[in-house]
């Protein structure tokens, strides 16, 4: 039978250090919640239950914990104790038994599903508790982790480590696994015999030592157990999670003219032989289809963009936006909620929104779709193969028919069908000698004011 797994995330930390009123776990990498990051983690390492404990700000964080995984369980702190305390709160959940439990912090976003099931061999092959630690450059100011073969027999905070201890540099990650079997009974021993009254979830170590279970150290990579507790710090493992992801993309066949000019999504998915250039941002849910070039200076957010699309340079596209393959976005160019079909070319200067362009459909500069009208918005249908030419306006509700033309300078207020030219500008008229008369009229008034 397969062995069970409940993954508790303690999230309970404030906000204080990072000057805000939004709960530390709520604050986003690659645009979702550090907590998302936590929880995704869990969900592909195959976590049978998840459990979240949760402290000030709670509220937000339920709302967040049900959004991401419904079926997460969700446990008040209500008083800070320490760790193991917080671990305890969630006590309904752990009683309900499962054969590892994996505590982890709401604050790691750059923890692997490897990690996990890293951990989750150890406890199947017999240890109590399994504490996850690093190797670092620095250890000043780390928890050491003091072993004796392969066993661990005690993690040492810095402030109380002899100068032995202080020079090991094996430190811990604060991440730990515990048997099922022995989790409550563990936890329950711990007691808040310290300088700050705290009960602490690494004192299980010692217990479980002097009761002659087994308790290993696993190493991870530090980069992965970084904790966020400063708004440095969350740029700081902003750039790790951007770093890992664009060598991610790379590894799989997309092009990167200046990787670190180039910023992702969690949700980002961009196929194999697509180009980037260098300043491109993808917001949420943006999917990249094979062959497309993206030029400098765009930026995505909820678009899909089609095989061998080109889109700008200074391209924006909005939700909603579906391109076709074979299409064409150009500089200074926004499109938002609208379908355009292959082949269709919006070059530049142009505003597409809440619209459906046709196949091979021409859109001038300067074209704006009139799509709201203070109350409403409303839809602008262009067919395929129309010509839209530049500095047009098209008033929506309105249809451009299949082949249609549309004079440039138009305001396009009624339908224009197919294969027809709508024109909606007034006619020129030219007045001989009238300019030399204004040029006249307007040298005496600047001679008149130059002589004030």
Excluded at 1 to 10: D, G, K, N, P, V
Excluded at 322 to 339: P, Q, R
Excluded at 406 to 433: H, M, W, Y
């Amino acid at each position: 039978m397969a062995r069970t797994c409940l993954s508790l995330i303690l999230a309970a930390g404030e906000g204080t250090r990072m000057r805000s009123s939004l709960p530390k776990v709520l604050h986003e990498v690659a645009n979702i919640p550090m907590l998302s990051h936590v929880m995704r983690v869990c969900s592909e390492a195959k976590s049978d239950k998840i459990a979240v404990v949760i402290g000030k700000g709670g509220e937000m964080v339920i709302d967040v914990v049900e959004k991401e995984n419904p079926n997460a369980s969700s446990h008040i702190q209500t008083e800070r104790l320490g760790t193991a305390h917080a671990v305890l709160a969630a006590r309904e959940a752990i009683e309900q038994g499962c054969d590892d439990i994996l505590v982890l912090f709401g604050d790691t976003p750059l923890l692997t599903p490897l990690t996990l099931t890293n951990m989750r061999e150890v406890l199947s092959n017999g240890a109590a508790i399994v504490v996850v630690g690093f190797y670092a450059k620095d250890p000043t100011g780390y928890g050491r982790l003091l072993e004796e073969g392969d066993k661990l027999v005690a993690i040492r905070e810095h402030a109380e480590a002899t100068q032995e201890e202080r020079a090991i540099d094996f430190c811990n990650g604060g991440i730990m696994g515990l048997s099922g079997e022995n989790a409550l009974a563990l936890l329950d021993a711990v007691d808040d015999n310290n300088a700050k009254g705290e009960y602490y979830l690494t004192d299980v170590v010692e217990i479980a030592n002097s009761k002659g279970l087994s308790v290993k150290a696993l190493e991870a990579p530090e980069a992965e157990l970084i904790g966020v507790n400063t708004r440095n710090g969350l740029a700081e493992v902003e750039m790790l999670w951007q770093n890992t992801a664009r060598q991610k993309l790379m590894a799989s066949g997309v092009t990167m003219q200046a990787p670190e000019t180039v910023f992702l999504s969690a949700d980002t998915i961009i196929e194999p032989d697509v180009e980037l250039e260098a300043n491109i941002v993808f917001g949420p849910k943006v999917v990249v289809k094979s062959g497309a070039k993206i030029k400098a200076f765009s930026h995505f957010e909820g678009a899909v963009i089609g095989e061998n699309a080109d889109i700008g340079p200074f391209a924006r596209l909005r939700p909603g936006t579906d391109l076709a393959s074979n299409t064409k976005v150009g500089n200074f160019v926004e499109v938002k909620n609208a379908l355009v079909h292959e082949g269709a070319k919006i070059n530049h200067l142009t505003y597409v929104g809440d619209a459906e362009v046709g196949a091979k459909a021409n859109i001038g500069a300067g074209t704006i779709t009139c799509n709201y009208d203070g109350m409403n918005k409303h839809k602008t249908t262009i067919g395929a193969g129309a010509f839209i030419g530049s500095n047009s306006a098209l008033v929506a509700p309105v249809m451009i028919g299949d082949g249609a033309y549309v004079a440039s300078g138009s305001v396009i207020t009624e339908d224009v069908p197919s294969d027809a030219l709508g024109i909606g500008r007034g006619r020129q008229v030219n007045k001989a000698g009238m300019g030399e008369e204004i040029r006249e009229r307007n040298t005496a008034l600047k001679a008149g004011r130059s002589e004030k």
